[in-house]
């Protein structure tokens, strides 16, 4: 399974952009990007996913690398709220083989005041 | 409302105890998981399943046994030969069998259980 790498942490201002890095260096050319935040003491919950093209949703926009070997999500006006351990992970498309999903440690976001 | 049940939220057991976590969902997903979070740590993935009476081994599924009967239940037994099975647990699943990357994830609320 193609893996991804992630910052450890990141901070940022309420009310500002954060831009979340995530590097999958070995994806394949069917290998959809998911992004999934955590809330302490809670099930993660889908962001927003993508495979080639830059997506936007009402909570986030997701920007994708031409080469597709990096992805950024971006949180437009960061709020408390937001604080979080965000996951980037690839779930294959192909069809007919089973998913096997792995995450990694996420980006603990912390937002302040 | 469509979701994931996981129960229950809390549990004790003593060292030497199988305990057996609850997972149920109403919506229709073909593929379900299992995943441990120890503090502070990402998720690892412990077993999972596409289709009923079918699951595969995760990276971590030394201690654990899972069964697939019905298509909304994926329960989850931590044995005594789990040697450290105290952490979070969650259950989650996805529609259409793995077969589409573009498939969401849904996820439980999880259960913490700690061996005493």
């Known amino acids: 399974d193609a893996k991804t790498t992630q910052p450890n942490s990141m901070e940022s201002n309420e009310e500002e952009p954060v831009h979340l890095p995530c590097n999958h260096s070995?994806?394949?050319?069917?290998?959809?990007i998911h992004w999934y935040r955590q809330l302490p003491s809670q099930g993660p919950e889908y962001v927003i996913h993508g495979l080639t093209s830059n997506v936007n949703n009402r909570m986030a926009s997701l920007a994708i690398a031409e080469d597709r070997k990096s992805s950024t999500l971006i949180l437009h006006r960061a709020t408390l709220r937001d604080a979080a351990v965000y996951y980037c992970i690839l779930i294959q498309g192909a069809t007919g083989t089973a998913s096997k999903l792995t995450f990694g440690t996420g980006t603990r976001l912390q937002v302040t005041l | 409302d469509g979701g994931i049940t996981q129960s229950p939220k809390y549990l004790f057991r003593k060292e030497g105890q199988n305990v057996t976590l609850s997972c149920e969902q109403n919506l229709n997903h073909d593929a379900m998981y299992w995943y441990r979070q120890d503090p502070g740590q990402g998720l690892r993935l412990i077993y999972y399943s596409q289709i009923v009476n079918d699951f595969q081994k995760g990276d971590i599924a030394e201690g654990y046994s899972v069964s697939r009967e019905k298509k909304e239940s994926f329960p989850l037994t931590v044995t005594s030969a789990q040697k450290n099975p105290t952490a979070f647990y969650l259950c989650?699943?996805?529609?259409?069998?793995?077969?589409?990357?573009?498939?969401?994830?849904?996820f439980g609320a999880g259960s913490r259980l700690t061996v005493l």
């Open positions: 070995t994806i394949s050319g069917t290998d959809y």
């Open positions: 989650a699943s996805r529609p259409g069998g793995g077969a589409s990357g573009a498939n969401v994830l849904t």
